[in-house]
C-alpha cells in the first residue's frame, strides 16, 4: 500500500493546479501585487492582467470580455445569477423554473427564494437525468422570470438540451441561466448562437486555482447584485479582485480548452473502456446517466448488494481516489437527489461509484482500476447478507 | 474520519460469514438507507460460543458488525444483552456522530439474534430498552430515532 501510486480519478470534485498555471500565478501574488483599482504602474498591471484573464474567458465562450465578471467561484456565480434575477425582476413576476438535479448551490439558492416568497418548478429528469423541453413548456408562464437548467450534471455526466431550453424560455420573456461549471473547460460551451443569458463557471474544475469562477452576464439582462461595496467589476461585483486567481483561471481556461476535441476523444476513449470492462468483469451492475449525451470523462456505475462508502474506502486502500452518491458520505440520511431523481431505489442508489477522468490519467491507470475493482467489489459483496445472488 | 480501530476492523473485519445451522439469527436495518446488518449466534450451555456477521453498508457499519461480535464471544446470554452501543463505539475509539447509527445497528442485531434464540426455546423474548441507545441530545442519525 505505502509504495502504491495515488490513481485520481475524481476531477469533477476538483483539479490539480497546472504548473503553467501555478507559474502564471506567481508574479501576481509578489512583484505585481498592486490593487487593480489604484492608478500607479504596478496597479495598472494587475488592471491589464485581469483584462488579459477576462479576454481569454470570453473567447473560450465566444462572447465579449465585457459580459464576463468574476467571482469567488461557482457557489457565487450560481447566486449570483438565480437571487438577482429573481429580486430584479420581482415585479415582472415571481416563478422560477429549475430541475431537480442541479447542483445543491442552485437547489438551495431556490429553497432560499421560496423562502422569500417566489414560487419554484422543479422540473423532473427522465431514467438517463435527462430535462424535457415539453415539461418546461408545460411549467412556464408569464409570471415567469428564470429558468435555470445546468449543462452537464455533476454526477452522472448527462448533458442537458439547454439550446433548446433557452430557446422556449425566450418565447415567454423570461431569463436563461445554466450552471455550466462542469463542461466549462471539459466540452465546448459557446453561448454565441444560444439564447444562454447567464452561464455559471468555476476554475478549480479545470485545473485552475479554487475560488475562482465567473458568470456570464448576457448584455441587457435585469440583474441586480449580490455583493455590494466597491466599483470592481464595472459595479456589479464588489471586493478587491482575486488578482492572482483571476490570471490563473485566465491562463487555465486557455490551457484547458486548446486542443479540446482531441483531449475529449481520448478521455473518452479510456472511459469506454473502463464501462466496458466494469460491465464484463463485474456482475449486477447499472450505468448511470445517458449513454452518449454525457461529459466524456464521467463515469457512474452502480453495483447492486454493496454501499458506496465501504466500496471508496477499500479503493482508497489501494490508492485509488473516486466518489459516490451514497448517503452514507454525505452527513445527511439520503442518497444522492440526482440518482433519486433519476427513478432509481435507494438501495441501488447507496452503491453508486462515480469515476471522472481527466487527461493525465493514462491507459495504466485505467488498467490497474480494471484489476482492482473487482476483487474490491467482490470483497464486499462476500461480507453482504444481500450478495449471495450476485455471485 | 475513522479511528485507526475503526479503520483496522473495517480492513481486517473478525467473525465475518454465516453459522451452518445457528441457534439464533438477528436481522435489522433497511437496504433503503443503506444498511443491513445479519448476526448469526452458536449458543452453548447459554454462552455464545460463535458469532458471525454479514453486514451491506459503511465502513463503519462494517467495524461495529466486527466489534460487536468480537465483544460478545465467549459472554453469557445475560452479559451479551448488556453490551450497549456505546460500548461498542468505545471499543472502535469513536465513530463519528452520523454513525453511532451503525453501533445501534450492531446492539439491536444482538438483541434480535438473542431473542430468535429464546422464541426457537419457546421463552419469552427480552425486553428491549426503548432508545437507550444514544444521548438525547444526539442525533444518531438513524431514521427510527428520527421519526421515533
Known sequence: MEDQKLVYMDHAATTAVHPEVVKAMIPYLHNHFGNPSSIYSIAREAKEAIDSARAKVALSLKTKPDEIFFTSGGTESDNWAIKGVAFANRRRGDHIITSKIEHHAVLHTCQYLEKQGFSVTYLPVDQYGLVDPVELERSITDRTTLVSVMYANNEIGTIEPVKELASITHEYGAYFHTDAVQAVGHMPVPVDGTEIDLLSLSGHKFNGPKGTGALYIRKGVRIDNILHGGAQERNRRAGTENLAGIVGMGKAIELATTGLEEKGARIRAMRDRLISGIQELIPHTRLNGHPSKRLPGNLNISFEFIEGESMLLLLDSFGICASTGSACTSGSLEPSHVLLATGMPAEIAHGSLRLTLDVENTDEEVKYVLRTLPKVVSRLRDMSPLGKQAT | ?148
Not at chain 2, 54 to 60: N, S
Not at chain 2, 62 to 81: F, H, R, V
Not at chain 2, 91 to 105: D, F, T
Request: hydrophobic letters at 35%; proline letters at 4%.
Open chain 2, 1 to 148: 474520519m475513522y479511528s485507526k480501530t475503526v479503520m483496522d476492523h473495517f480492513m481486517n473485519p473478525r467473525n465475518v460469514g454465516e453459522i451452518e445451522n445457528p441457534d439464533g439469527v438477528g436481522e435489522v436495518g433497511n437496504p433503503v438507507c443503506g444498511d443491513i446488518m445479519k448476526i448469526f449466534l452458536k449458543i452453548d450451555d447459554n454462552r455464545i460460543t460463535d458469532a458471525k456477521f454479514k453486514t451491506f453498508g459503511c465502513g463503519a457499519a462494517i467495524a461495529s458488525s466486527s466489534m460487536a461480535t468480537e465483544l460478545i464471544k465467549g459472554k453469557s446470554l445475560e452479559d451479551a444483552w448488556e453490551v450497549t452501543n456505546k460500548a461498542v463505539a468505545e471499543a472502535l475509539e469513536g465513530l463519528p456522530p452520523i454513525k453511532m447509527h451503525c453501533s445501534v445497528l450492531a446492539e439491536e442485531g444482538i438483541h434480535q439474534a438473542i431473542n430468535d434464540y429464546r422464541a426457537r426455546r419457546n421463552l419469552a423474548p427480552w425486553e428491549e430498552k426503548a432508545h437507550a441507545h444514544h444521548d438525547e441530545k444526539e442525533d444518531c442519525g438513524c431514521t427510527t430515532c428520527n421519526t421515533g
